[in-house]
């Protein structure tokens, strides 16, 4: 068990620009979470998976944004055409279908410049 | 009005003072969760409560659930101790709402 791993740690892109972010979980996790954080600011939801199905999306993910969970295992979330607004540290956490705790990732730091 | 507010936003302690971090939440939970987070962004998870009290080495959790509160305490202070420590706490779909985080600088 090596924990959450989130890749990649920084990125740093150009307005415009598409980005993908890996997140892999533990492996008997059955929840992935997506979070987003700015600077000075708690973490804000963004989705949540349970195994494969996407079963919650907040309304701070906009049609540019997607996550995928493909079988159940790690996760992608993907922003399309950023913006400098879409900088901020984008974490993941898994957790067991009988939550007894979270394990978050390091995150993913986005510069959008 | 957030639905979880923390208190205060920054601490400063010197070395071996006793802390305390307040939490109070406006909605109906099933659980309440304390985290550690440094620079660089890595949040550890410390307590997840849903009644009463629980203890991990120097540091103390509780909760009130009739007045939606909890409280971390921190005993004997170190400077490693500095962090945010956020409150957070799990609603429907098992997913967080966090507070803002309260800044704890422990000085030597």
């Known amino acids: 068990d090596t924990g959450v791993s989130q890749n990649p740690r920084h990125k740093i892109t150009k307005r415009g620009q598409n980005v993908t972010f890996r997140c892999d979980p533990i492996?008997?996790?059955?929840?992935l979470y997506w979070y987003r954080q700015t600077l000075g600011q708690g973490p804000e939801f963004l989705t949540y998976f349970q195994n494969e199905a996407q079963l919650e999306k907040s309304r701070l993910l906009s049609d540019r944004f997607s996550a995928e969970r493909p079988k159940g295992s790690f996760s992608t979330l993907e922003i399309q055409r950023t913006e400098q607004g879409d900088s901020a540290m984008y974490l993941c956490a898994s957790s067991r279908t009988v939550t007894y705790g979270y394990t978050f990732g390091s995150g993913t730091r986005l510069t959008v410049v | 009005k957030n639905e979880v507010e923390q208190s205060p936003q920054n601490l400063t302690a010197q070395e071996g003072e006793f802390i305390t971090i307040n939490c109070s939440y406006s909605v109906g939970i099933s659980a309440l969760h304390w985290l550690q987070q440094h620079p660089g962004g890595g949040i550890v998870s410390l307590f997840m409560l849903s009644s009463g009290k629980k203890k991990h080495g120097r540091l103390i959790a509780t909760i009130n659930i009739q007045e939606k509160h909890s409280s971390l305490h921190i005993t004997a202070s170190h400077p490693r101790d500095s962090a945010v420590y956020i409150c957070a706490v799990e609603t429907s779909g098992s997913r967080l709402t966090f507070g803002e985080g309260t800044q704890l600088t422990v000085n030597p």
């Open positions: 492996s008997e996790h059955n929840r």
